[in-house]
Structure formats: C-alpha cells, structure tokens
C-alpha cells in the first residue's frame, strides 16, 4: 500500500533521497587509476589532492562529487574522456631546442670556464689518490 505524498515527514523524504544517493554512488562507473581520479577531479575543477589524502579517500571524494552534481544537474558528468590522439611528426622523444639569449651563453661560458678547471684538478687527484702517487 502506497503512502501518498502529503503524509511522509520531512525527515523521511531526506532518508529516502540519502538512501537514493547512496543507491546511486554503489552503481556508479569511476575511474579506478589515480591518474584518472584525478584528471575527473581537475576536470570538475575540483582539488586533486587534498592535504592527508591517499587514492582511496580521492576515489571516494569524487564518488561524492559526481553524486552532488548527478543530484543538481539530474545526470551524472562525463569524467574520463577518451586520451586525445597526437600527431606525431618526429616521434615522442624528438628533441626541441629552444635559442637562448647572449646573457646566458655569457653565464653559462663563464660557468664552464670556472668549473672545468677545478673539477679536471680534482680528477687528476683522485687518480693519484688511488695509485698511491704524490
């Protein structure tokens, strides 16, 4: 026998609805690689790591997340989009140099011409170090 509307408390109608949001949050699909979690997380600009936090907390987090927002917007967000593929001109590990200024050529030279001296001396004392020379 059904109860109608009028006659459920208030208190009731929230239990119901936790209830339902619960119901929801056991059947939802989330990510189960961290990387994911948090990539749904910065997705729903949401924090991806909160202080003391370890992946299960996060997983969790985000189950919470996803059911507010199933509840406000009344379907639940899409989290994980397919990876995005690139054009690959060169491969992955193509190598990318960028040109400098005059003033870190400058510095860095200078650098060069400080260190090379002493650590040449320092090898050269080592070696004579482990021939028992000097």
Do not use: W
Request: glycine content about 6%; proline content about 6%.
């Amino acid at each position: 026998m059904s109860v109608p509307e009028a006659q459920i408390s208030p208190e009731l109608a929230r239990a119901g609805e936790m209830q339902e949001r619960r119901r929801q949050a056991r059947n939802l699909n989330l990510p189960t690689s961290d990387v994911d979690v948090k990539l749904s997380l910065r997705r729903m600009r949401q924090p991806i790591c909160i202080f003391g936090e370890d992946a299960m907390a996060r997983r969790e987090r985000l189950r919470e997340i996803v059911v507010k927002a199933y509840a406000e917007e009344g379907r639940a967000p899409v989290l994980v989009h397919p990876p995005e593929k690139k054009e690959e001109k060169g491969g992955e590990n193509e190598v990318f140099y960028t040109h400098g200024s005059a003033e870190l050529k400058a510095a860095r030279l200078e650098m060069a011409l400080y260190s090379i001296p002493r650590a040449s001396a320092r090898y050269v004392s080592s070696v004579h170090d482990f021939r028992g020379i000097g």
